[in-house]
C-alpha cells in the first residue's frame, strides 16, 4: 500500500475567505442576472451570455491540456465569460460574440498573462472590440442637450416611452409614497420603480439596478469585493454628475440626474465586477484612492449624464491602462521608505558601535 501525504493548511486559517471561495460567491451573484434574463424571456441576451461563458471556458480548457490547472481557474473563466456577455447588446450576433470572446481571451492569455497576471480586464476589452466591429449593433445615446436642460431628464425619458413602464409600478410607487415618502413630505413619480427594475436596456448589464445594488451590499458585508474602489468611483463621478453636469448644459448646479447617470450605463455592474478585477488595480491604499478618483473623472468625461452605450467598458480599460503608471509610483514610494528605515537602522547601528 503507497503512503499518502496530504497538505492542509492547518495550524493555519485564513483571516478572511480565499480566493476561490470569494470567487464562487461572485458566480453565485451573477446568477440572479442570468434567472431574470431567463424569466423575462430575453433569449438573445442569454445566447450571447451563454456563447461567451463558453468561449471562455474553452480557452481555458485548451490551456488546462498543456499546463496543470485546477478548477479555480475554470470558476474565474466562467466569471470572466458571463461578465462579457452580460456587456453586450441582446443584437449582437451570438456567433460574432462567441468568436471574438475565444479569440481575444486565447490571445491575451499568450500576451497579457493568466487571470492573476493580466494587467487587463478581458471582458472589457472584449466589449470594447465588439464596440469597434459592430457599433451599430449597440444602442444610440437617449440624451441631448435638450433633455439635460430639463429639470428631470429621466422622468422625461420615462413619459416619452425611451423607458417602458412595469405594469406594476403605479401601485408600488403609490404604496412607498403614501408608506416611506409621506414621512419626508415628498413623493416620487411613476416610473422611477421601472428604471431601478428593469429599463429593459438592450445591454443586460444595465438592465436589473436593483438586484445589482442588493448583491453590491451583500459581497461588501461578506468582504469578497473591497468598498474602498467602487464606492470612491460612485461618489466621485455622482458628485460631477450632480454639480459640473449640469453648468455644461447651462443648467442649475446641484440638479444632476443620479438616477438616469447611474442606471443606463452599467455603472453599478461595472463598479463592483470590473473596475477591480485581480491584476489591475494598485496595490496600496493611497494608489486604489487614486485608481478610484480617476476612474470616477474619467467616467464623467467619457460616459457623460448616462444611457452611454460602452463608456463603463472603456473607462474600465483606460484605467487598465493607467494602473501601471500608479503601480509605478508605489513602487518608487516603498523603496524609498524602505531605504529610509534601512538608513536609519544602520545608523543606529554605527552609533551604538562606537558607544
Known sequence: MKNKI??????????????????????????????????????????????CAAASLCVEFFESRYHHKNDYNFIVSAIQGLLTGLFLPSSFPFYSAFIITLLVFLLCKYFAGDFSDSWINLPALTVCICWILGGKLFPSFQISGEVLMSKNPSLTLINSGVFPVNSADARITAFFNKTVFSLFGVSIPEGYVSLLWDNHSLIPAFRFNFI???????????????????????????????????????????????LLAFCTSGIFMSSLFLLQFAGTVPMTVTGKAVYAVSAGIAAFFIIGAGTSPAGAVFTVLLMNAFSPVIQHFEHFVEMKNVKNNLLDKVSELKEGTNA
Open 212 to 258: 445589482t445594488l442588493i448583491t453590491s451590499i451583500i459581497l461588501f458585508s461578506l468582504d469578497t469585493v473591497k468598498v474602498l474602489i467602487p464606492g470612491l468611483f460612485i461618489l466621485v463621478y455622482g458628485l460631477l454628475v450632480l454639480f459640473a453636469g449640469p453648468l455644461i448644459y447651462s443648467a442649475v448646479p446641484g440638479q444632476g440626474d443620479l
Open 6 to 51: 496530504t497538505v492542509t493548511s492547518r495550524p493555519y486559517k485564513y483571516l478572511g475567505l480565499s480566493d476561490r471561495t470569494n470567487s464562487i460567491i461572485i458566480l453565485g451573484f451573477l446568477l440572479p442576472q442570468i434567472i431574470l434574463l431567463t424569466v423575462s424571456k430575453s433569449w438573445s441576451a442569454l445566447l450571447n451570455v451563454l456563447c
